[in-house]
């Protein structure tokens, strides 16, 4: 039995509210969406509608190719890159996209975001990865869907894991996070962001600074997320 699409549009809406008080967007600059596989369906943030007048009445459902099955209002226009993961990685439930400031200042500047230290082993499993550019003809015919496509081009080359490594930026773009559902993807959204800013700092207070020892991201992501996971309490 898929989910209640009510409970979806719930979650969607919430999410997507959850950006601006995070900090993460300004004006319209982001989305959220959740995928339902079971009954075949994407909830996502309609196209360029102001945070205050979002409601989970006017959050999009489209298939899962993207066509629009409920919903008076267009989808927001980063659905195709959503569309992309949701096919290639069946492990996720929710995505996130923003043009978070600090974020964006690596994905311009055309960087991976290096591990320097403990907050980003909790979440991401290695460097958060910098995408390359879209081609003129990836933009020019399919500009959302191939964004997608270059982020599951760069996972492949570097032979990572989705879940171990909940992120990217894109380059001369922004960042893209994802989760089991959309409020993880939102959480992994904002830890990007203050990675982000954490390591701008680092690198302005150090300039010379070399990533931290392969031991410590070992420690600290696999206490959370590995099979002997000790962080926190255990659900009863």
């Not at 979650?11 to 596989?37: C, I, M």
């Not at 992120?167 to 962001?193: C, M, S």
Request: overall charge negative; hydrophobic content about 35%.
């Amino acid at each position: 039995m898929g989910k209640s699409l009510a409970d979806m549009r719930q979650r969607v809406y919430q999410a997507n509210l959850a950006l601006p008080q995070h900090g993460l967007v300004k004006f319209t600059w982001g989305n959220v969406s959740e995928v339902d596989r079971e009954a075949g369906r994407i909830v996502i943030k309609p196209s360029g509608v102001d945070y205050d007048k979002l409601s989970p009445e006017n959050m999009v459902v489209t298939d899962l190719d993207g066509n629009v099955i409920e919903g008076d209002l267009n989808p927001s226009s980063d659905l195709p890159t959503h569309v992309e993961l949701y096919k290639a990685w069946p492990e996720i439930g929710g995505i996130v996209h923003t043009h978070s400031t600090e974020a964006v200042g690596w994905a311009q500047a055309g960087r991976d975001i290096p591990f320097y230290g403990t907050t980003h082993a909790d979440y991401f499993y290695g460097p958060i990865p910098c995408a390359r550019s879209l081609t003129a003809d990836e933009v020019n015919n399919a500009y959302e869907k191939e964004t997608g496509t270059v982020i599951l081009e760069e996972f492949t080359n570097r032979g990572l894991d989705p879940l171990a490594v909940p992120g990217i930026v894109v380059r001369n773009h922004g960042p893209f996070t994802w989760g089991k559902d959309p409020a993880q993807a939102v959480y992994h959204a904002v830890v990007l962001e203050e990675v982000a800013r954490m390591n701008r700092f680092t690198e302005q207070i150090n300039p010379r600074v070399t990533p931290a020892p392969d031991y410590i991201m070992d420690k600290h992501y696999l206490r959370k997320h590995g099979p002997n996971a000790y962080y926190g309490q255990k659900e009863k």
